[in-house]
């Protein structure tokens, strides 16, 4: 028995008290505690003071923010650091500055002591919104809103620290702030606003505290302490709080042997490595004094517990370059918050547990020769190397400090010589250079594909002479792999400008690095010519002006500035509201985190939690699942699979029924077997993953298209080919054929708030609140789950947190699958998928592969082109998109003969389903591809070879026999893109920029688009209901549109006013609600806000047929309110209800025509890249809503942007499995992905659409132009080729990743000249 007598113990909470040595603790003893159950900290100033013996250590702040204090507004996502959802700002005690934090990854009893501000501590719409709030509102930088409580309190958290900070500054806050919808540009743009070297905000409005001076934190409220009280699950863990080091060392010795225990410095680690523990002590290390110091009096040294943050602040303090250097690297880990909450040590431990981890933190330190200095728990104190403190125990060590060497002065050589022909000062002669290097698939919060540093004392004035053993430290390698040991024997005493010797360095570089093959990881090859181009670019850092002019940029990162926009569109004042750029509808509170999501909903009396059980490998039987260990664990409820389904298996009705549950057969990894039932969301998810799943008839499993496809058996042809003409003979009959295959990949939704449902068995039927794009369907495929009337099934969704496709069909399963659950267990049921089971399970955008050719007459006029379009539709044909890729296989083009045979092509991943712009993406990309193609081969500018073949009136356009009825505008549209983004001398300038710098080449490429909207036939259908209360002529609402960002609501909101002559702010728009508005269609497809305008306007209309006798009887002076009034005294009916239907409504398919000029800059020696300009220019009509409209294209583009360069999906080679998950491994566009100048032109054509207000979609079209990325990088890297010696076309197949460009570029070791 052992007693700590000093420690405070919160049953589970002990914390220490006096740093009194005793050393008489002995492993394997017992811990006693004494219960002081209290913790506080502040939430928007109001004190939450805890019981620690209600908390499971694993409870974050996030769920704590959401699910105790009911605080909503901060989301959460990924739930693993990656997104930025989850951002609070943290004062840690009074004196601290305020910070950001993912509050996903703190445990909430790390807080004590914290003042914690979330969004709700802003501003709100009762007592106002703060400044950020509506200025993020007012720029449009809110779409569906799930990103926006983040980004704000990143954006306050950076101003309560930095009150003066720059443009500059603020562009780069963003580092680790998701937005799949904006594009973020209207983000920046609003952010900067608050730049100290812009205008400062009005300091009212910034609700400045009268008692400190200082910004308020809780909305201008001092709030009273408060006593929360709730009830959470007791469970068998420590949660220790040593006050010194050595109360930590007691705590440690004092540990049973074989203690399953965890040091929580940030927590920031389970973010990445999520499956260490489950463990039984948790000990709290902020108290720990000794662990945060710093120090720089004789030796530079950091506490371990110091934050990444404070140490780059400190490092860059210190006046030494190297030291300066190491903190210019520690700013590439992770994002904000994440480096404001993690620490040093927590980074070395991670790599410590995990050597194959590409640690920043690591390479940085090990690479200047830092030590660590390490106390084990026996009071033994260890000084290490980073390279041994790897092969060190740590069981029971603490990491103290990490020391940074003693550089030893660099001096001026005294060398007559050189000084009798110097007349000035001369520059220091042996000099310390550090270069470190992080090559990332994205701009930021990414883990290095490789990463490099580099350390050598040089004599400048020797040649440049390596003076002692250089430090050369790879990270990325392979788990073992630290120093590059035989490559800095060699270097020493080597001079650096001799070029011959450092041919040699890098052909001994090049033997020792052997990279390790993961199918996860990018190539071993690519890892290994990298790594090579690092040691020339850190060759060329330090010869500086001795190197050549041309080759000198090459050992500079890429340099992007600030970013900007420009915005341009049409409105029509007389139109207005219509026409008027107004701030979406539900901007403010979604900035302020009052909009409401379904996971906002509270939860209900008896509600459960349920989590799927999953397959983890396909093509292969189910032989059993053994549920027992799960059923076991406290909490658990039930298992639901098959067995308990009333009605139909099946949640799509497509020709192959698709399992709620699965049953006997797995088809890929990730296919839902059952739910796991439980208390809490938490306890679900755990028993999920404890069935074990035992499978027979492992079968080879295919994820790729390309490979499926040599199978006959995996290809269907889906329709008689598509075209007209004689495609046979033109091609014989043409001067120049030629043919090719292009491929392009998948992409992953990436909705912030992934799917969720809450189902509720009610009197009625079911009550189902979910986020889906498709009510209809989903209300269809429940009732026949269980066996219910479709009027038993009572779906609602008032908005969806992003959808991009991702909610038009898959919600339907997971409802279904919820709602089985509700039956069984006749109690409500919430199913909330984690991000990585939504990625596992679910389908995402079909890759295609297409086989094309193409001819040509000796005028470079088209003659015929002839296209197998296959595309991968996962492992069913259900959802084929090839039949899009046809029609917009064609684009802007006159083809006189043409033939496209579309195909399903069945792999062995989850069945795919409609991403933003599906097919056309592909069929568009297709034809522009062929034309870039052809280009080369007939040598001739990709630009004049499409401003040759453009169709015109009466062009044949698909589907047969259509015939084109418009001017094509693209001729005009063209030069007016050229124009207005300096085209042509930009090419000039490009032409120099790439002639004299020879490893950064610029590109650029212009793209048209012609994108055929079909609206007219398959059912398309939407329903408007107007409710007027005669009371106050206050009006709501209801269509059966879904606003999931893209601004419906606010489109309606402007066409009703106008139709009705009122004020917008008379208008509210309500929840669409199954049972309002039956048998609607899906919104999607980008004709959502065009119909459902349409259905306002009419019913509009018929409430104004009602209204007329009333409004002519009382004259043009009586108000709307008169009006309504009156109509009500008349018995008049104020609800009117309209089904729009474009086939019996004669509205019309249309064309939507548009282009962009893309410049990119690239790093030959790395592959990496960023968008240097985007100029779009596209005919939106007389947009409805241009703010919202202009959002619409720059969010689409940058989608777009992603699937073209940074997102890919990788498999497991044998299982199936998805191994790009989660965050970590799967990089959509963070903010400064997005072209540095980023300009949208909205203009009106004479092409108008057949529509009541001439207004023209705008979701999906510029997806398509995003493929000028490409066409842009291949140009750059053709600069590189050709001076390698390489001419001619070459395939570059979607995405273009880092990887991908720096394999494109043709560079050898014979082109590393200095
Ligand atoms: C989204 C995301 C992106 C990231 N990107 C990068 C990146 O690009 N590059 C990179 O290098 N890192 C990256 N990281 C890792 C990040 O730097 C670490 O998570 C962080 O530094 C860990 O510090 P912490 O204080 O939170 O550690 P914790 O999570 O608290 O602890 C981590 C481990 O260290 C142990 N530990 C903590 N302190 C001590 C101590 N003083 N002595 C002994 N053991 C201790 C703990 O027991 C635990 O095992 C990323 C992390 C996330 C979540
Ligand atoms: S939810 Fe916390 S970072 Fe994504
Ligand atoms: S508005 Fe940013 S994710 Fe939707």
Redesign the pocket.
């Known amino acids: 028995m052992f007693f700590l007598k000093n420690f405070r113990i919160c049953s589970h909470i002990m914390e220490g008290g006096g740093g009194n040595k005793r050393r008489n603790f002995q492993r394997g003893g017992e811990l006693e505690k004494q219960m002081v159950n209290v913790m506080k900290f502040s939430i928007n100033g109001i004190d939450h003071i805890i019981d620690g013996d209600e908390f499971d250590p694993r409870m974050s702040l996030a769920q704590y923010i959401r699910e105790v204090a009911g605080l909503t507004g901060t989301k959460i996502s990924c739930n693993?650091?990656?997104c930025g959802a989850c951002t609070v700002s943290v004062r840690k005690n009074r004196d601290a500055p305020a910070r950001s934090v993912?509050s996903c990854?703190t445990p909430v009893l790390l807080c004590d002591g914290w003042i914690i501000t979330t969004i709700e501590g802003l501003g709100n719409k009762d007592t106002g919104y703060h400044p950020y709030q509506t200025k993020l509102a007012s720029e449009g930088g809110s779409q569906c809103g799930y990103c926006s409580p983040g980004m704000v309190m990143q954006l306050h958290s950076w101003l309560q620290e930095h009150s003066a900070t720059s443009e500059l500054e603020i562009d780069n806050i963003l580092d680790?702030n998701i937005c799949r919808c904006t594009g973020y540009r209207p983000i920046l743009d609003a952010f900067k606003s608050f730049a100290s070297d812009k205008c400062l905000p009005d300091i009212e409005e910034l609700k400045i505290c009268k008692k400190d001076g200082k910004q308020c934190s809780s909305n201008g409220r001092c709030s009273s302490p408060l006593q929360t009280s709730f009830n959470g699950p007791k469970s068998n863990f420590q949660w220790l709080i040593p006050a010194s080091l050595s109360d930590l060392l007691d705590i440690l010795s004092s540990l049973p042997m074989g203690t399953k225990y965890?040091?929580?410095?940030?927590?920031?680690?389970?973010?990445?490595y999520k499956n260490?523990g489950p463990y039984n002590v948790y000990i709290n290390?902020a108290k720990v004094s000794e662990?945060h110091e710093l120090s720089s009096n004789s030796q530079v040294i950091i506490g371990?517990?110091v934050?990444?943050t404070d140490a780059m602040g400190f490092l860059g303090m210190t006046g030494d370059p190297v030291f300066e250097g190491v903190a210019h690297h520690l700013k590439?880990?992770?994002?904000y918050g994440?480096?404001n909450?993690?620490?040093?040590?927590?980074?070395l431990?991670?790599k410590h547990?995990h050597p194959e981890?590409?640690?920043?933190?690591?390479l940085c330190l090990e690479t200047v020769g830092a030590k660590v200095e390490i106390a084990h728990a026996d009071g033994s104190k260890t000084e290490t190397s980073l390279t041994e403190f790897l092969n060190l125990s740590?069981e029971y060590?603490?990491?103290?400090s990490v020391k940074f060497p003693i550089l030893e002065k660099t001096s001026m050589k005294k060398d007559l010589n050189s000084l009798w022909f110097q007349s000035k000062a001369m520059t220091q002669s042996s000099q310390w250079k550090f270069k470190s290097y992080?090559i990332m698939p994205r701009s930021s919060?990414?883990?290095?594909v490789v990463n490099a540093g580099f350390l050598v004392k040089v004599d400048v004035a020797d040649n440049f002479k390596i003076l002692e053993r250089p430090r050369i430290v790879f990270g990325g390698i392979n788990k073992n792999f630290v120093h590059a040991e035989a490559t800095e024997t060699f270097l020493i005493n080597r001079n650096m400008n001799d070029h011959a010797m450092f041919l040699e360095a890098m052909a001994v570089l090049a033997e020792e690095l052997i990279p390790e093959d993961d199918p996860i990881l990018h190539s071993a090859l690519y890892r290994k010519q990298l790594s090579l181009c690092l040691l020339y670019k850190f060759y060329i850092f330090v010869l500086g002006s001795a190197a050549s002019s041309e080759v000198q940029t090459g050992c500079e990162e890429l340099e992007r500035g600030l970013s900007s926009g420009q915005q341009d569109w049409v409105t029509d004042e007389s139109q207005w509201p219509v026409s008027k750029p107004v701030e979406k509808y539900e901007a403010k509170v979604q900035c302020s985190g009052e909009a409401e999501y379904v996971n906002d909903i509270p939860t209900v009396r008896g509600e459960l939690h349920a989590a799927y059980v999953l397959t983890t490998r396909g093509n292969c039987s189910i032989a059993s699942v053994d549920t027992n260990a799960a059923l076991e664990l406290p909490g658990v409820l039930s298992y639901v699979d098959a067995n308990d389904i009333p009605g139909l298996n099946d949640w799509t009705g497509g020709s192959t029924p698709e399992t709620i549950f699965c049953t006997s057969r797995s088809e890929y990894a990730g296919q839902a077997v059952g739910l796991m039932v439980a208390l809490s969301r938490d306890i679900a998810v755990e028993a999920a993953k404890l069935v074990v799943i035992y499978y027979s008839n492992e079968n080879v499993v295919t994820t790729d298209i390309a490979k499926s496809m040599t199978n006959p058996e995996n290809v269907l042809q889906i329709s008689d080919p598509v075209g007209y003409g004689d495609v046979d003979f033109a091609l014989a009959s043409s001067d120049v054929v030629l043919s090719g295959r292009f491929t392009m990949g998948s992409q992953y939704h990436y909705y912030l708030e992934t799917q969720v449902c809450i189902v509720k068995p009610t009197e009625d039927g079911f009550d189902i609140q979910v986020p889906t794009q498709f009510i209809t369907k989903l209300a269809v495929v429940v009732s026949k789950a269980l066996k219910v009337p479709v009027n038993s099934v009572n779906v609602e969704v008032k908005r969806i947190g992003g959808g991009y496709g991702g909610k038009i069909y898959l919600p339907n399963g997971i409802a279904a699958a919820a709602s089985v659950a509700a039956k069984k267990l006749n109690q409500p049921i919430r199913l909330w998928l984690p991000l990585e089971d939504n990625m596992r399970m679910l389908g995402k955008r079909n890759p295609y592969v297409f086989d094309y050719k193409i001819g040509f007459d000796k005028d470079r006029k088209i003659t015929a082109v002839e296209s197998s379009i296959f595309c991968d539709s996962g492992w069913n044909f259900n959802r084929i998109d090839a039949m899009s890729a046809v029609n917009n296989g064609q684009n802007c083009y006159h083809i006189p003969a043409l033939k496209y045979t579309p195909f399903g092509v069945k792999t062995h991943t989850p069945a795919n389903t409609p991403t933003r712009a599906p097919g056309s993406t592909n069929g568009h990309a297709m034809m522009e591809y062929i034309m870039e193609h052809a280009a080369a081969e007939l040598k001739i500018d990709p630009l004049e070879l499409k401003q040759n073949n453009l169709m015109n009136v009466g062009s044949p356009v698909l589907p047969p026999p259509a015939l084109l009825e418009t001017v094509n505008p693209i001729s005009s549209m063209i030069n007016q893109l050229k124009t207005s983004s300096d085209y042509t001398n930009r090419i000039s300038e490009a032409q120099i920029f790439n002639q004299s710098n020879k490893w950064k080449k610029r590109g650029l490429s212009l793209v048209p688009i012609r994108y055929p909207h079909f609206i007219n036939g398959g059912g398309i259908k939407f329903h408007c209901l107007i409710s007027v209360f005669a009371n106050d002529g206050t009006i709501s609402v209801a269509h059966s549109g879904i606003e999931m960002g893209q601004g419906l609501n606010t489109k309606v909101q402007q066409v009703v006013a106008k139709e009705l002559g009122v004020e917008m702010n008379l208008i509210k728009i309500k929840p669409a609600i199954s049972n309002i508005n039956p048998n609607g269609f899906v919104t999607g497809g980008s004709w959502g806000s065009e119909l459902s305008c349409e259905a306002a306007i009419k019913a509009c209309s018929i409430l104004n047929t009602n209204l007329a006798p009333i409004r002519e009887s009382l004259g043009t002076s009586a108000t709307w309110e008169d009006i309504i009034s009156e109509a009500n005294m008349k018995n008049i009916d104020l609800c009117a209800r309209y089904m729009i239907c474009p086939e019996n409504d004669g509205l019309g398919n249309y064309d939507i025509w548009g282009a962009v000029v893309t410049e990119v800059e690239v790093d030959i020696l790395t592959g990496e890249m960023f968008v240097v300009r985007a100029d779009i220019i596209e005919d939106a009509g007389l947009s409805v809503s241009p703010q919202v409209d202009v959002g619409q294209l720059e969010g689409a583009f940058i989608m777009g942007l992603g699937l073209w360069t940074s997102e890919q999906l990788k498999y497991h080679p044998t299982t199936g499995e998805l191994l790009t998950k989660n965050?970590?491994e799967y990089k959509p566009p963070a903010a400064k992905d997005i072209p540095q100048d980023f300009r949208v032109n909205m203009i009106q054509s004479l092409n108008k659409t057949r529509n009541s207000f001439s207004g023209k979609a705008t979701g999906e079209p510029p997806m398509l132009l995003s493929i000028s990325v490409l066409f842009a990088l291949r140009d750059a890297i053709n600069q590189s080729r050709r001076e390698a010696g390489l001419e001619g076309w070459w395939p570059l197949d979607g995405p273009a990743t880092i990887e991908k460009i720096h394999q494109s570029t043709g560079i050898s070791p014979d082109m590393f000249t200095f």
């Open positions: 693993e650091g990656g993912n990854l680790g965890r040091i929580i410095s940030g927590n920031t680690g389970t973010g990445v260490d290390i662990l371990g517990g934050t990444i590439k880990i992770a994002s994440i480096r909450q993690g620490s040093l040590a927590g980074n431990m991670m547990a981890f590409p640690s920043d933190v690591f740590m060590g603490v990491i103290v992080k919060n990414a883990h290095a965050t970590w």
